[in-house]
């Protein structure tokens, strides 16, 4: 099956730094790459998510890059803020195939 | 509408009782799912049903048994569960489709504490 791998598993960063974490796979059948925000006590939010077509895909902030033959995709956030903190996870999935696999997660602390 | 709503938003129950989950979409979706999740873990696949068949179990204990009425409501029924159930239980959906996989949408989850 697939395993994801998710580093770092804890990030602090300065308010208005960039934050990245990065996602390795080991199926190379994924095809599909969404990133997931959850808050405490909430559940996980979909933030973004990028296909094995596209290379990079941005929405304001956040952006997101895959390179197939690496078998890596990263989650990149740029000037953070303090609503920002949370935990991330990426996960992985292939194609018509009702099963993503998760990663380990990322705390994510941006200090004011 | 892309919400997925989750019922009890907390439940605590004893060992002996017989309790139920309930998640409900109406986003057309014909995936749903039951995911587990442990404290700094990530959510953790138990079921998913596909078109209100259940189409993945993934090996879960009998003493909690899924169920799709229709395709908007999902339930999750718990009997004689130990301590080490306690956990966030959170539903999520999907669309299927014959093209490519379907965003994940989780609900809010129901925070699960077993005395």
């Known amino acids: 099956g697939e395993n994801v791998e998710q580093h770092p598993s804890t990030l602090s960063v300065q308010e208005g730094d960039s934050a990245v974490i990065k996602c390795t796979y080991s ?8 990133w997931y925000k959850q808050e405490l006590g909430k559940g996980p939010q979909l933030i973004i998510d990028i296909r094995s077509n596209v290379g990079e895909k941005k929405d304001q902030r956040i952006a997101v890059t895959l390179n197939k033959t690496a078998k890596h995709f990263s989650l990149h956030i740029t000037e953070t803020q303090p609503e920002d903190s949370a935990v991330y996870f990426c996960a992985a999935s292939k194609y018509n195939f009702n099963k993503f696999y998760f990663g380990s997660g990322t705390k994510l602390n941006v200090k004011p | 509408d892309t919400e997925v709503t989750q019922t009890p938003k907390h439940l605590v129950m004893g060992m002996t009782n017989k309790k139920s989950l309930k998640c409900e979409q109406h986003m057309g979706h ?12 990530p959510p953790e696949l138990m079921f998913v049903y596909s078109y209100e068949k259940l189409s993945i179990n993934e090996s879960v204990p009998s003493r909690f048994s899924p169920e799709c009425p229709n395709s908007s409501l999902l339930n999750l029924h718990l009997h004689a569960l130990q ?3 306690s ?3 959170l539903c999520a959906s999907s669309q299927v489709s014959g093209r490519s996989t379907g965003e994940l949408f989780f609900g809010e989850g129901s925070r699960l504490t077993v005395l």
């Open chain 2, 30 to 41: 014909r995936a749903m799912y039951w995911y587990k999740q442990k404290a700094k873990k």
């Open chain 2, 83 to 85: 301590p080490e159930d």
């Open chain 2, 87 to 89: 956990a966030l239980y």
């Open chain 1, 27 to 34: 199926d190379s059948a994924s095809n599909y790459f969404p």
